[in-house]
């Protein structure tokens, strides 16, 4: 990129920010990520034991879930295509 695109893509990027910030978008912004870092503060997380379990769990209703469709598929491609 030569320096006349770089100028014009800062004062654009100048511009953008300005008009932002005198709407008062970025410090509605600022706002919103305090109270969500608050929010997020309150929540319990799983312990590392917790979230293993729960993920193995997962795993296996994905396995079953995937066994189940296929075994379903090839009873009824039996029984429309064979009879």
Do not use: H
């Not at 770089?6 to 410090?27: D, H, N, P, S, T």
């Not at 509605?28 to 870092?37: C, D, G, K, P, S």
């Not at 994905?62 to 296929?70: K, M, W």
């Amino acid at each position: 990129m030569s320096n006349t695109s770089i100028i014009v893509w800062a004062v654009i990027i100048g511009a953008a920010f300005a008009y932002l910030w005198y709407q008062g978008q970025l410090r509605r912004f600022a706002v919103y990520i305090q109270e969500t870092r608050e929010e997020l503060k309150k929540c319990s997380w799983p312990t590392w034991e917790e979230l293993k379990g729960s993920t193995v769990l997962i795993a296996l209703s994905i396995g079953l879930l995937g066994a189940f469709t296929v075994v379903v598929d090839l009873v009824l491609n039996f029984i429309f295509f064979k009879l």
